[in-house]
T-cell receptor, first 116, second 114 residues
Framework: DAGVIQSPRHEVTEMGQEVTLRCKPISGHDYLFWYRQTMMRGLELLIYFNNNVPIDDSGMPEDRFSAKMPNASFSTLKIQPSEPRDSAVYFC??????????????FGQGTRLTVV | AQSVSQHNHHVILSEAASLELGCNYSYGGTVNLFWYVQYPGQHLQLLLKYFSGDPLVKGIKGFEAEFIKSKFSFNLRKPSVQWSDTAEYFCAVNGAGGYQKVTFGIGTKLQVIP
């Protein structure tokens, strides 16, 4: 398996523009997580899905952020409109539930977002 | 709610020194515990994990961690660090039962000086 695949790897956009980050989890994994990493706040969980259903989006900072998982092999994280403080590295991760406990999370390479 | 606390945010060691990074978690039930490593400019990779059984777990590159349930701790250790261990280290927890999210600590940056 190619692992968790994220695109794009880097994104530079102007304030106010819409940004869409994409993630393809590992095949067979039923959990998908979106994290944001910054120097100030470390690794924050934004939202996670189980079997394509959003379970907990309490980490999504504002209504400008939204995430979808239309099927088991694809998820998007959208920011509209983007602001400079959204600049961060966004990681997608996936895991599989075995016997009632999740396996470790496997991370994608991340998307480095810069909003100018 | 589950949470993870890492005590040291920045550690500087000389090569061959011993390493111990502290991690405490908060969760009332059965947990899985993890240590991840992030090398500069890269994504997080699993170092080791504890699910059950022997509380002393060994991971890659000579790292080990000990789960002490009474202290809610899962400290990471390595007897002799190398320059290539320079990275950021994250402790993580996920709890059993219901939906399971993985919560990370804020991370510890380790700098190893040759």
């Amino acid at each position: 398996d190619a692992g968790v695949i994220q695109s794009p790897r880097h994104e530079v956009t102007e304030m106010g523009q819409e940004v869409t980050l994409r993630c393809k989890p590992i095949s067979g994994h039923d959990y998908l997580f979106w994290y944001r990493q910054t120097m100030m706040r470390g690794l924050e969980l934004l939202i996670y899905f189980n079997n394509n259903v959003p379970i907990d989006d309490s980490g999504m900072p504002e209504d400008r952020f939204s995430a979808k998982m239309p099927n088991a092999s694809f998820s998007t994280l959208k920011i509209q409109p983007s602001e400079p403080r959204d600049s961060a590295v966004y990681f997608c991760a996936s895991s599989r539930n075995t016997g009632g406990m999740n396996t470790e999370a496997f991370f994608g390479q991340g998307t480095r977002l810069t909003v100018v | 709610a589950q949470s993870v606390s890492q005590h040291n945010h920045h550690v500087i060691l000389s090569e061959a020194a011993s390493l111990e990074l502290g991690c405490n978690y908060s969760y009332g039930g059965t947990v899985n515990l993890f240590w991840y490593v992030q090398y500069p400019g890269q994504h997080l990779q699993l170092l080791l994990k504890y699910f059950s059984g022997d509380p002393l777990v060994k991971g890659i590159k000579g790292f080990e961690a000990e789960f002490i349930k009474s202290k809610f701790s899962f400290n990471l250790r390595k007897p002799s660090v190398q320059w290539s261990d320079t990275a950021e280290y994250f402790c993580a927890v996920n709890g059993a039962g219901g939906y399971q999210k993985v919560t990370f600590g804020i991370g510890t940056k380790l700098q190893v000086i040759p």
